[in-house]
């Protein structure tokens, strides 16, 4: 690729992210100043609505593409199988891996879908320092064995998700060539030890405790939607 054609590129997909991130706020997914109590007992003014993402299938189906016009084409070409937690991130994942057929000699092999799903059966599964509920089932860690996978998810807050699902495919044998996601909050404290490409990124203020939430003291009341 020549400098003008790698500049070309690089200003399209400055383009790509710059409308993205308008048309995350316009569709009211990326909801910004106001008060939200994320159940984990912390409150902030930034949140990603995942049910207004993923209401409409055709909705999300323009973000995925938008995401893998995101993503080097070295990657694109090299994934044979997209992973992504439930649920947001699996249905992200459904389907990007069927837009990657859609770009692809349709001789070549299909791309293959694997979803995180919650663990039923411990209680929780230490990973990197975090305690988390995902695992791959036995059938799922028999598909990536051997595959290069792309790991995406509708957004990355602290990473710790996304480090605990590279982790997974690489037990099960599969090597993770880069993740992915929708938003990114710009506040990562993880490092999944792959490269990460994000269709819109937006450093959201930090969130605080319940109990010292300025919003509450100010009488500022709960968001409803």
């Known amino acids: 690729m020549t400098a003008a054609a790698a500049a070309e590129r690089m200003t399209r997909r400055d383009d790509i992210r710059e409308t993205a991130l308008k048309d ?19 409150h902030g003014p930034v949140y990603l609505n995942p049910h207004k993402l993923f209401r409409y299938p055709s909705t999300i189906w323009r973000f995925a593409q938008d995401l893998l016009d995101i993503v080097p084409a070295s990657i694109v070409a090299e994934t044979e199988v997209v992973a992504g937690p439930v649920t947001g991130g699996a249905l992200l ?21 694997a979803p995180f799903t919650l663990d039923t059966n411990s209680g929780g599964v230490k990973a990197s320092g975090y305690r988390c509920r995902l695992t791959l089932t036995r059938f799922y860690q028999r598909l990536v064995a051997g595959k290069r996978a792309l790991v995406v998810d ?22 993770v060539i880069a993740t992915a996601e929708i938003y990114d909050r710009m506040e990562a404290i993880v490092d ?9 990124e937006y450093k959201a203020p930090d969130n605080v405790p319940a109990e010292r939430c300025p919003l509450c003291k100010a009488g500022v009341p709960v968001t409803s939607f």
Do not use: W
Request: glycine share 12%; with cysteine.
């Open 192 to 200: 999944a030890g792959a490269p990460n490409f994000a269709l819109a």
């Open 93 to 113: 994942g459904h389907t990007i891996a069927g837009l990657l057929d859609s770009r692809r000699d349709i001789e070549r092999p299909a791309t293959l879908f």
């Open 24 to 42: 995350l706020q316009e569709y009211e997914v990326l909801m910004l100043n106001g008060h939200f109590d994320f159940g984990n007992g912390f």
């Open 154 to 175: 509708d957004v990355r807050n602290t990473g710790q998700t996304q480090a605990h699902c590279v982790e997974l495919v690489r037990k099960a044998g599969g090597t």
